[in-house]
């Protein structure tokens, strides 16, 4: 699947947010509770209802994570995620994530040091990237 921004040849479906919003809580009680498949094609469908934004790819990367399909998280998060969204602190806080379980812990830390010095960063993102460093002698 090849999300790029700005791209007009697609557009969201007529779902309501709301709606949307309850789907991605029902993924991630999904990828809670161990239903692989499930979330995947819950996060799915949501990529179809919403192409342009990044969350629900979040969403499928989250899942990947979780079920230890790292490689492909990564690769979700970079390629996709942050090229819809070069900003997501959250996108780069799973990508951090992703990097650091396969092995990388320098290029983890410098992602999240990225989100915390990025003032427009989100602040639940802001959190999660400050969390993730408490602790760690690797500086930016």
């Known amino acids: 699947m090849d ?27 999904a990828i809670g509770r161990g239903f692989q498949s499930q979330a995947t094609n819950i996060f799915q469908g ?21 079920f230890g399909y790292v ?19 959250i996108a780069k806080c799973f990508l951090a994530i992703a990097v650091k379980a396969l092995g ?5 830390c410098d992602l999240m040091h990225n989100v915390c010095d990025d003032t427009t960063s989100d602040p639940v993102a802001k959190a999660m990237a400050e969390s993730f460093l408490i602790g760690k002698d690797v500086s930016p």
């Open 3 to 29: 999300n790029v921004p700005n791209d007009t040849s697609k557009s969201d479906l007529p779902v309501p947010t709301e709606m949307v919003q309850c789907l991605m809580e029902i993924g991630y009680v």
């Open 46 to 66: 949501i990529i179809a209802a919403r192409p342009n934004s990044e969350l629900p790819l979040i969403g499928l990367a989250v899942c990947k994570l979780n």
């Open 71 to 89: 490689i492909e998280a990564a690769k979700i998060l970079a390629e996709q995620a942050l090229r819809l969204n070069p900003n997501s602190g």
């Open 104 to 108: 990388n812990e320098q290029e983890a």
